[in-house]
């Protein structure tokens, strides 16, 4: 075989290595952050003029909305689930019933709302502000996560029971939740 023959084989050996390289590469190299496919992108969106958030859920999931009327000071609650029969994803706002914890600290909101500090299980944050994570034993153990509008008024998004198999989009709808611009 020729000098010249036998270079041309090892550029094609070597362009097929090269190629081949490139193509694992891009395959299976860690993609960054802005790359990454966003799963709630076809969700669907609950706007809350009167608390001023939104937040996406599932668009084969529905919601129902729930004022609640007390003496002493009304709240409100929105269910999320696959079905009207079963909703275990639920936002509670402004459940301050006794006037007693918008104006405490989140931390010692949520102390005198669980009685339990024990139960805390993480500290996060929902749309950049500190929310704080329980875990709340009962007959459906529940997951809930407490946190303060700028004004102080304590929200509280829960799923129940904890482990239940939508845990995972449970984090995502939390992941969705925003304050509007007021």
Do not use: C
């Amino acid at each position: 075989m020729s000098q010249r023959a036998f270079s041309r084989i090892w550029i094609l050996i070597i362009a097929a290595v090269i190629i081949a390289g490139g193509v694992l590469i891009w395959q299976y190299w860690p993609r960054t952050a802005g790359q990454e496919q966003d799963e709630t992108t076809d969700w669907q969106t609950y706007r809350n003029e009167e608390y001023n958030y939104e937040v996406k859920y599932p668009s084969d999931w529905v919601f129902e909305y729930t004022p609640v009327v007390q003496e002493k000071k009304p709240y409100s609650v929105v269910w999320f689930g696959p079905s009207t029969s079963f909703l275990p994803v639920s936002i509670f706002t402004d459940f301050d019933v006794f006037g007693l914890i918008n104006d405490l600290s989140l931390s010692d909101a949520v102390k005198l709302m669980i009685g339990d500090v024990s139960l805390i299980e993480n500290y996060l944050e929902v749309d950049n502000v500190s929310a704080i994570e329980v875990r709340e034993p009962g007959i459906e153990e529940s997951t809930s996560v407490f946190f303060q509008n700028q004004d102080g008024l304590l929200f509280r998004i829960s799923l129940t029971p904890a482990d239940y198999e939508h845990s995972d989009t449970f984090n995502q709808i939390l992941s969705t939740f925003r304050f509007l611009e007021e």
